[in-house]
């Protein structure tokens, strides 16, 4: 083992590597504390995230293991913790920040050719925030539990539930507000920071999906974070605002909290859609098909994400024309969506396609994120709805789009950017066994979920009638291959930071902005602000990449 | 003169103060919707509750809430002529105006705490003592507990409010601000009067539709 060291420490640092955000401003964690550097905070946020999703993780593999047989294992107060702990973590700390925060704050402002993003302390401060509201989840979690699921629905949250309710919505209010503040920063930044020449029909889709999801997030969490604030009250002082008992009206809580929650699923998909568009057309060697539609299709989700939450209570006791009218706004939804997948799809025809890990990463997307919105058109059906409400079908439905569409973005993005992140290339033959472990452990875990939905097996149980027991165990088998494919990268991914090859500037001969300066990038970005003079992804079909460096 | 170059991240000075005065509009945006929640709430449990919402509603301090209105109305003015003088490099006057507005805000939070004061010893604290009993105990229940929360968060963003133009009124006062530089005192400025529209939607909806029923 000694033998290997030396060797170790040489390919680590050579001494020919010019200045770079890693190098420069030191590597004590002081200089990483106290950074205002977007692309320092990107990788702290990156770090924070990542034990999230694995704590999230280890709650579903639970709830899984629970599910193998129909008594199940843990009694039915664990079970409701472990669902809870599993959607708030999941939700709360993983799938809104994930790409914003990370890759979003990594890239946009060298998307644009800016130095930094407009507000560097208070894009860290918003760090410190979602790192604050952590601690408390994290606590609340491991003090007492909380059973109430991630919607803490009233009079339940209010009136029933163990008081560490209070604790986990105040964590929640808190990354409510480094929320907040990272949309404010994106919307002034994508605004005010562009390069010369870099007009809005020029900027990536990477950038107009981060910009509409910072917009929804600056327009939605503030009714959140007042929702959540009257529910401590209530629980406090015990004074009905939500419940019926004492004269307060829990529809009123649903209306506030889903006003903000159903747009929350376009901050969690939107910026996967900006990534996607990115990866395809750079491994189809094609311009994006319908630039301009794919832009305000983006845009037209934030207007329309905001007239449709009222399709999460069609059950609840609303009057039929209102739920009809919710119904056809939900279908709308459909169409900005569809816009992008047959973009995607135009994009992929002829093209010089390339199936390397990110570009399998993307196609699984596609692929799982049409799954799930098409059952996404079944479940705006008013009378479909009814029928599978509560059931797993709508479990499988938005895991679809939630996982199998927001996290394939993710990993999709971190491999495509990996070398400019880092500038180190990982394995790519393992990168390729993960991504389809994923897909296909994926589709197992899930795709049984929407036939036992239509079944009838409702949801949050912690047991079920027997007849459902062959289709939980072959959800939970898929649970265990995807579980794997999730490690796998944790894996490759260091290896690669000590042992992967140099990756250059542009490993993928790719087009923005981000790929004509060095990997890893120096401190502001640019040695000189770049002007732009030309619309994006102007690829041409080219079997080899003109960059032999990086890529084998 | 102080020297005052901008931030890495901007080109100009100019790029710097547009980029702040932009900042405090999206986040006053941000807080329209905040109190918006709030002001939802209490739309709709005054039409579930007409009868209660107008009885709490009489039992307000409306002298109080007048006093505080002109209070506060007189601040924004104040301020909006401390962003006038600020354009014009005039430190000593900025900071003297700014000065005043702090003061103003301070004695309305005064007020508001001797307003909050009577309500306690009237018993119209929800949750912690209240004494109404009646056919609209409930409804007034209700209503106080969306006043004290809606007041409350007002009140705290005065408090906020306070400090800035205190701060900036020092600043001013030791010259940190130029014609060509003075961006904290006019995001400041703006941050104020979002404070002073809020209590002017608050004002009617607390003091005097209560009262217009009869």
Known sequence: ?552 | MPDIRPEPQYATLEQQADVAVFGMWIFLATEVLFFGGMLFAYTVYRGVYPEGFAEAGRHTKIVIGTVNTVILLTSSFVVAWAVHLAERGRGRGVAVLLGVAALLGTVFLGLKGFEYYQEWHEGLVPGLRFEETGPHAHAMELFYLLYFMMTGVHGFHVTIGIGLMATMAVRAWRGAFSSAYHTPVEITGLYWHFVDIVWIFLYPLIYLVGRSGG
């Open chain 1, 1 to 552: 083992m000694t033998a290997t060291s030396p060797d170790r420490a040489v390919t680590a640092r050579p001494a020919a590597q010019p200045p770079n955000y890693l190098t420069e401003g030191g590597s004590t964690l002081r200089s990483w504390l106290l950074t205002h550097d977007h692309k320092r905070i990107a990788i702290l946020y990156a770090l924070t995230i990542t034990v999230f999703f694995f704590f999230g993780g280890a709650a579903a593999a639970m709830i899984r293991l629970n599910l193998v047989t129909p008594p199940g294992i843990f009694a039915a107060d664990t079970y409701n913790r472990l669902f809870s702990i599993h959607g708030i973590v999941m939700v709360w700390f993983f799938l809104i920040p994930s790409i914003p925060n990370t890759l979003g704050n990594f890239l946009l402002p060298m998307m644009i050719g800016a130095k930094d993003l407009a507000f560097p302390r208070i894009n860290l401060l918003s760090w410190y925030l979602f790192v604050a509201a952590g601690v408390v989840a994290l606590f609340a979690v491991i003090a007492g539990g909380v059973d109430t699921g991630w919607t803490f629905y009233t009079p339940f949250s209010t009136m029933y539930s163990n008081s560490y309710v209070i604790l986990a919505i105040s964590a929640v209010f808190i990354s409510g507000f480094s929320s907040i503040l990272t949309g404010l920063n994106f919307i002034v930044t994508v605004h005010r920071l562009r390069a010369p020449g870099m007009t809005w029909y020029r900027l990536p889709i990477f950038v107009w999906s981060n910009y509409s999801t910072a917009i929804i997030l600056v327009l939605a969490t503030p009714v959140l974070a007042i929702t959540l604030a009257l529910l401590a009250v209530e629980r406090l002082l015990q004074v009905g605002i939500f419940d019926p008992a004492l004269g307060g009206d829990p529809l009123l809580f649903q209306h506030l909290f889903w006003f903000y929650s159903h747009p929350a699923v376009y901050i969690m998909i939107l910026p996967g859609f900006g990534v996607i568009s990115e990866v395809v057309p750079c491994f189809s060697r094609k311009p994006i098909f319908g630039y301009k539609f794919v832009a305000w299709a983006s845009v037209s989700f934030t207007a329309v994400s905001f007239l449709v939450w009222a399709h999460h209570m069609f059950v609840a006791g609303m009057s039929v024309y209102a739920a009809l009218v919710f119904s056809l706004l939900s279908y709308i939804i459909a169409v900005p969506s569809a816009i992008k997948v047959f973009n995607w799809t135009a994009t992929l025809h002829k093209g010089w396609i390339s199936f390397d890990a990110p570009m399998l990463y993307a196609l699984g997307f596609i692929g799982l994120f049409t799954t799930g919105g098409l059952s996404g058109l079944f479940t705006a059906n008013l009378a479909f709805d009814v029928h599978v409400t509560d059931t797993y079908f709508v479990v499988a439905h938005f895991h679809y789009i939630m996982v199998g569409g927001m996290v394939s973005a993710y990993f999709a993005g971190l491999h495509f950017w990996w070398p400019k992140i880092t500038g180190r290339i990982y394995h790519e033959w393992w990168a390729r066994i993960a991504a389809l472990l994923i897909f296909v452990g994926f589709n197992l875990t899930f795709f049984p979920q929407f036939i036992l939905g239509y079944l009838g097996m409702e949801r949050r149980y912690h047991s079920y009638p027997p007849e459902f027991q062959f289709w939980n165990i072959l959800s939970s088998a898929g649970a265990s291959i995807l579980a794997l494919g999730y490690v796998m990268p944790l894996f490759y991914l260091t290896w690669s930071l000590y042992r992967g090859q140099r990756a250059g500037a542009n490993p993928w001969a790719a087009t923005g902005l981000e790929w004509t300066t060095p990997s890893p990038p120096p401190k502001h970005n640019f040695d000189k602000t770049p002007t732009v003079t030309r619309p994006p992804y102007q690829y041409r079909p080219e079997p080899e990449p003109q960059d032999a460096q990086g890529h084998a």
